[in-house]
T-cell receptor, first 114, second 113 residues
Framework: GESVGLHLPTLSVQEGDNSIINCAYS??????FIWYKQESGKGPQFIID?????DKRQGQRVTVLLNKTVKHLSLQIAATQPGDSAVYFC?????????????FGSGTRLQVQP | DSGVTQTPKHLITATGQRVTLRCSPR?????VYWYQQSLDQGLQFLIQ???????AKGNILERFSAQQFPDLHSELNLSSLELGDSALYFC????????????FGPGTRLTVL
């Protein structure tokens, strides 16, 4: 079954190339950011997170960059593989009146061409 | 496999009906979150429970309600269903109160006819 995404921006890359997916977040009070990957018919899967006291965090083949000045987040995937094809969501987490909630971006569809 | 389970996987019902979606969090996680994912609204946070108590509320309609039981499983009740309620409903769980990684279940696809 398909998930949200009929009208998502799409990034198409060749297998082996690097991918960069961008996200603008809305609230300067957000202090925790997460990237999720969602494959068709599945729930979102955690990829990497970053807290607001950091500018960069690296994982296995993925790097997240945070620019708080312009409220911008990016996900870099090195040596993109066909299995990376999915919808990618950024999410911001902030405390509001003592409660925390996760706000998701609209998503970007990544298509990896073999 | 995230360790979060949701039932049923698919649900088809008619307008005006009521349904219950069930979620079992990962072992040891105390927080359960519910999200709605529709084509035109993306992933929307509905509600969070922590150790049996409501912790945070998002864009949840008054026709919807949830609870978390002593064994930490959670149910989302949707009543007076409308066509626009057709969506994927995801449950997620985390160990803490919300500033930690959330693990998502496979979702329940609700179709209201």
């Amino acid at each position: 079954g398909e998930s949200v995404g009929l009208h998502l921006p799409t990034l198409s890359v060749q297998e082996g190339d690097n991918s960069i997916i961008n996200c603008a977040y809305s609230n300067s009070a957000s202090d925790y950011f997460i990237w999720y990957k969602q494959e068709s018919g599945k729930g979102p899967q955690f990829i990497i997170d970053i807290r607001s006291n950091m500018d960069k965090r690296q994982g296995q083949r993925v790097t997240v960059l945070l620019n708080k000045t312009v409220k911008h987040l990016s996900l870099q995937i090195a040596a993109t593989q066909p299995g990376d094809s999915a919808v990618y969501f950024c999410a911001e987490n902030r405390e509001d009146a003592g409660r925390r909630a996760l706000t998701f971006g609209s998503g970007t569809r990544l298509q990896v061409q073999p | 496999d995230s360790g979060v389970t949701q039932t049923p996987k698919h649900l088809i019902t008619a307008t005006g009906q009521r349904v219950t979606l069930r979620c079992s969090p990962r072992s040891g996680d105390l927080s359960v979150y519910w999200y709605q994912q529709s084509l035109d609204q993306g992933l929307q946070f509905l509600i969070q429970y922590y150790n049996g108590e409501e912790r945070a509320k998002g864009n949840i309609l008054e026709r919807f309600s949830a609870q978390q039981f002593p064994d930490l499983h959670s149910e989302l009740n949707l009543s007076s269903l409308e066509l626009g309620d057709s969506a994927l409903y995801f449950c997620a769980s985390s160990a803490g109160l919300g500033r930690d990684e959330q693990f998502f279940g496979p979702g329940t696809r609700l179709t209201v006819l």
